[in-house]
Nanobody, 124 residues
């Protein structure tokens, strides 16, 4: 299984970016894929998830601004990020797991496969 995150970059506050997580070696329609982020000096934190059921969940600080989706045919999961804020600056990682229960989607330990991360920098 391989995950390849891309789409990061530098934008001004209020701007948008779309991150992509290209997957291989797994059946995306049967997997749960999450996005996490890690800012300098901080712990990695949950951002958003799309389960195999297509249900989604977001951390409170990104609700209404971020949207996670997937294209099973392209085996890719997307994170559309709008109205970006300086506090969104971090390295963003995608992670995939099978059989992740709803109550555990925010936990890093629920995911056995991780991408390499892509840097997002938001300037004020």
């Amino acid at each position: 299984v391989q995950l390849q995150a891309s789409g990061g970059g530098s934008v001004q506050a209020g701007g948008s970016l779309r991150l992509s997580c290209a997957t291989s070696g797994l059946t995306l329609s049967r997997s749960t894929v999450a996005w996490f982020r890690q800012a300098p000096g901080k712990e990695r934190e949950f951002v958003a998830v799309i389960r195999w059921t297509s249900s989604t969940l977001y951390r409170d600080s990104v609700k209404g601004r971020f949207s996670v989706s997937r294209d099973n045919a392209k085996k890719t999961v997307y994170l559309q990020m709008n109205s970006l804020k300086p506090e969104d600056t971090a390295v963003y990682y995608c992670a995939a797991g099978g059989g992740v229960i709803q109550s555990a989607v925010r936990l890093m330990t629920s995911y056995e496969n991780w991408g390499q991360g892509t840097q997002v920098t938001v300037s004020s």
